[in-house]
């Protein structure tokens, strides 16, 4: 069964451009890890600062060995510098896909 995670985190729009480099590692960090399918944050077009979170992991072994990694403690410590707040994430367990 695949997991999918979605949600959102805020940033102050000022400090966007200087975040970005930290998302791009975290992002190339996450899709290089055994049993991630996809990751990705994007900026809503209409609310900036506000950044879309989506992953699919293979399995919850997958989620959790992801939880452990040094990526993950690193972004997590960071965040503080850049204001982000409002971490707002939810998990789904997808028994079935099918293109539309």
């Known amino acids: 069964m695949s ?3 979605a949600g959102t985190v805020r940033v102050p729009p000022e400090n ?12 190339t960090r996450s899709r290089a890890e055994d049993g991630c399918i ?3 944050y994007a ?3 209409f609310d900036p600062g506000l950044i ?3 992953e699919i992991w293979r399995d919850e072994a997958a989620l959790q060995a992801h939880f452990k990694t040094e990526h993950m403690a690193r972004w997590r410590a960071a965040w503080p510098q850049f204001g982000v707040t409002d971490r707002n ?3 789904y367990e997808i028994a079935a ?3 539309l």
């Open 97 to 99: 896909e099918r293109t």
């Open 38 to 40: 996809d990751y990705a």
């Open 16 to 27: 966007l451009e200087r975040f970005r480099p930290d998302m791009i590692e975290m992002m």
């Open 43 to 45: 900026q809503d077009i």
């Open 89 to 91: 994430l939810a998990l």
């Open 3 to 5: 997991l999918i995670v």
């Open 52 to 54: 879309r979170v989506f």
